[in-house]
DNA sequence: ATTTTGATTGTTTGT
DNA sequence: ACAAACAATCAAAAT
């Protein structure tokens, strides 16, 4: 039996957040996101008057629903995105390797 | 090196 | 602004 390692995907937004880092480098999105950035309109376009936490459910179906042919062009982004956030953690650790110049916020 | 955990991402509606 | 359900993630910390 596979390790389920604790998947904690069951707390959903903890708006008490406690972050440690000390700029916070704030992660990429994920390949949800942006499906659901495109699906949502159709969603709610095929499902009028749907309810709150019913939205995010058929997304979800809808989501899985899709192959990763399908994802892939979310998962791209979802990578790119990434990449983005890579920036972040990397000036987040890497103040200054020999000089750098930052605005003073 | 491996495992776990914690923090984060964006959307929906309604008040 | 925030509240859950939905899925991913994945990088960093702890072991």
Redesign the pocket.
């Known amino acids: 039996m596979p390790?389920?390692?604790?998947?904690?995907?069951?707390?959903?937004?903890?708006?008490?957040?406690?972050?440690?880092?000390p700029n916070?480098?704030?992660?990429?999105?994920?390949?949800?996101?942006f499906f659901?950035?495109e699906q949502?309109?159709n969603?709610?376009a095929e499902n009028p008057?749907?309810?709150?936490?019913q939205?995010?459910?058929v997304?979800?179906?809808r989501?899985?629903a899709l192959t990763t042919a399908q994802?892939k062009p979310y998962?791209d982004k979802?990578?790119a995105?990434?990449q983005r956030?890579?920036d972040e953690?990397l000036a987040?650790?890497g103040g200054g390797a020999d000089d750098e110049d930052e605005d003073d916020d």
Do not use: C, H
């Open positions: 390790k389920d390692t604790k998947r904690s995907t069951a707390k959903t937004t903890r708006t008490g957040k406690k972050k440690k880092d916070a480098p704030k992660r990429g999105l994920s390949a949800y996101m659901a950035n949502r309109e969603v709610r008057g749907i309810a709150f936490g939205v995010g459910k997304l979800g179906e989501w899985k994802r998962e979802a990578k995105d990434k956030y890579e953690k987040y650790q």
